[in-house]
């Protein structure tokens, strides 16, 4: 039986807390009131009989009067047509004087048709009353009923009395006669009839409840002992269903858990054989449940590992355990397997061992896994050696890359500053014999000389640019502040330039707005708006166009040189900076070139705070932006001073 404990009842308040006497007092109020209930409908059952007794004895005086009394009195005629004034007053004498019936309120007579032929209310005679009384008068029955008086003001009740008028040896009723009596008297007798009982029944039933009162002292006194004995026994079976269910609970979940566990798990006796087997077990050794239980676990151990088996099974007799032992296994079909046991002892209520539950797991991947790990340390160790020896060797190499590029940078330096010397004394002879200094000159040798002073000048710029890069690489680049009206800068950038877009047949349009003077070294930023506007007048074919426009965005001066050359491939475009890179059309098209120029531009743009972009479409044309921070006066004074 499997007993939830939501079903089990909460254990009640023990009724042997209450003492005996309240409960004993709580019976003798339940039964007083049970006899109270009992005497009440004693007495209403008493009343309904009395008053029906009393009524029906009424009624059968009223018969008498009609028939022993009054029938000497009462005539024929007087229930054929309403009596005259005579008559009436000898029928007020009959029912004043001979009626030995007391307080009779009314006396009337009906005829057959229900007319009412005399009555001692004036105001009734002649009327027509027929009643279901009086339909069962003319019957030959007897009627009454208590209902009030129908007189005007007067609402006393009455018990009305109809009965049949029958003359000596008629067979049927001639009339029938209605009396009508005042109630309160009827009363008074049943009153006095209910009194004197009620005062009887009230002392008698005093009597047998204070009669029953020790009686039920005893029995609540032996209802309490044995309320307090089933309570008792009631709690002892909760508490032993509960921790049979806890029990069951138990048991369940273990066995879920052996059922549901990836682990081999059995049980052993004392002998060694086999009592249970999981599932895990059967798929772990092959073995099924009916084929194992009740063989010896030998079974399942190889021949060279016997020795292993004998001494756990001494720490197990010995009431200790094993945990974690590896060793092999042997399944049904002869194969061996890696297995981890732990086995624990079993002992029975007195601590003797009955048996053992072993629990095998398989360690065949875990140990694989084991050697594969310890082979990638291997590898991993061989792996970190080499690597480490890689970056010795690359410290070396960068070391040396590193003193490469200080060479090639001094290199650079030298041979520009040994260059810029002789570069110099050439220009200065050419503009002397170009100026006629040496004679005058012949228009080929005029030509020649022009084409010398101009490579000269580019050889001169080249120079310069090196001579830039080495400042730059070294830490070296200064820049000379001071105040710098930009779009003066501009407009002699664009002079300068205009005699080569007249030479190249481009239309060069300037685009200039009022700005703020700035902060900034002149002719760096010549420089910067120098070889910008050269580029464009180099990438730009015949008959095209190049803007230059320059406006104030917000705190900033925005330059932007515009142009419809050749444009710049889109995969080529992120390298525009790099030292020395040339796009592909430029070096298809053979337009010259150092590669330093956007270098150039955006290192000056970015000492001095600002920032260059470029925007090109292949085939198109180019943008760039170049934009400038913009400071007032007073401020550049400052800056300048400190």
């Not at 208590?146 to 007189?151: C, E, M």
């Not at 269910?245 to 002998?271: M, N």
């Not at 426009?549 to 917000?554: F, K, L, N, T, Y």
């Amino acid at each position: 039986m499997n007993a939830s404990p939501a079903l089990i009842p909460a254990r009640p308040a023990p009724l042997g807390a209450e003492k005996p006497p309240r409960l004993a007092l709580r019976f003798a109020a339940y039964t007083g009131i049970v006899l109270l209930i009992v005497g009440a409908l004693i007495l209403w059952v008493l009343q309904r009989d009395v008053t029906s007794r009393t009524e029906s004895r009424v009624e059968q005086q009223a018969q008498q009067v009609a028939e022993a009394t009054l029938r000497t009195h009462l005539k024929s005629s007087d229930f054929s047509k309403p009596v005259g004034p005579r008559r009436r007053q000898a029928l007020d004498a009959v029912f004043r004087d001979e009626t030995f019936l007391s307080e009779i309120l009314r006396a009337t007579l009906y005829n057959p048709n229900g007319r009412v032929t005399y009555s001692t209310e004036r105001s009734l005679i002649g009327t027509l009353r027929p009643s279901n009384e009086l339909s069962s008068a003319l019957e030959g029955k007897r009627e009454r009923a208590v209902v009030p008086l129908d007189a005007p003001g007067n609402g006393t009740r009455v018990l009305r009395t109809v009965v049949p008028v029958r003359p000596e040896g008629a067979p049927h009723p001639i009339g029938a006669l209605s009396l009508s009596q005042d109630y309160r008297a009827i009363d008074v007798q049943i009153h006095e009839a209910i009194q004197h009982t009620a005062v009887i029944l009230l002392v008698a039933l005093l009597a047998l409840w204070a009669s029953l009162i020790p009686l039920l002292r005893r029995a609540t006194a032996q209802l309490h002992t044995r309320n307090r004995q089933l309570t008792d026994q009631a709690s002892d079976l909760e508490e032993a269903l509960q921790e049979r269910h806890r029990a069951q609970e138990s048991v369940g979940q273990l066995a879920a858990i052996v059922e549901a566990s990836d682990d081999a798990i059995t049980r052993t006796a004392k002998d060694g054989t086999v009592v249970t087997w999981n599932p895990s077990a059967e798929r772990l050794f092959g073995y099924a449940a009916g084929e194992i239980v009740g063989k010896p676990l030998s079974l399942l151990v190889p021949a060279n590992r016997f020795d292993e088996l004998s001494s756990v099974a001494r720490r197990i007799n010995s009431g200790a355990g094993a945990e974690h032992h590896e060793t092999r296994g042997l399944r049904k079909d002869g194969t061996e397997v890696d297995v981890s046991l732990t086995v624990s002892p079993i002992r029975d209520g007195d601590g003797a061992v009955t048996g053992a539950a072993v629990i095998a797991r398989d360690v065949t991947n875990m140990k694989r896994q084991q050697a594969q790990l310890e082979a990638l340390l291997a590898k991993e160790r061989v792996a970190r050696a080499d690597a480490e020896a890689a970056q010795e060797a690359l410290a070396v190499q960068n070391e040396r890359l590193r003193e490469l590029d200080r060479l090639k940078d001094d290199f650079i330096s030298l041979v520009s500053h040994e260059l810029r010397t002789p570069l110099t004394s050439i220009q200065g002879y050419l503009e002397l014999l170009l100026d006629g200094g040496a004679g005058e000159l012949g228009s080929e040798q005029a030509r020649f000389l022009t084409v010398v002073d101009r490579n000269s000048r580019r050889l001169m710029q080249l120079v310069g640019d090196l001579l830039f890069m080495a400042q730059v690489e070294a830490g070296k680049l200064a820049l000379d502040l001071d105040e710098v009206d930009l779009t003066e800068v501009i407009n002699e950038c664009l002079e300068a330039a205009r005699p080569t877009a007249d030479e190249r047949q481009l239309e060069l349009v300037a685009e200039i707005q009022e700005i703020p003077s700035m902060l900034g070294d002149r002719s760096r930023l010549a420089q910067v708006l120098d070889n910008l506007v050269s580029n464009a007048l180099k990438f730009t074919p015949h008959s095209g166009r190049v803007s230059v426009r320059v406006s104030a965005d917000g705190d900033d001066a925005l330059v932007e040189i515009v142009d419809t050359g050749v444009g710049i491939p889109a995969g080529e475009q992120e390298r525009l900076f790099e030292r020395f890179f040339r796009s592909s059309n430029a070096t298809e098209q053979a337009i010259p070139g150092t590669g330093l120029g956007l270098t150039i531009a955006k290192t000056i743009v970015e000492r001095h705070e600002g920032s260059i972009t470029i925007e090109s479409v292949e085939g198109a044309g180019t943008t760039v932006r170049v934009r400038l921070p913009v400071r007032h006066t007073d401020a550049f004074a400052e800056e300048v001073a400190a």
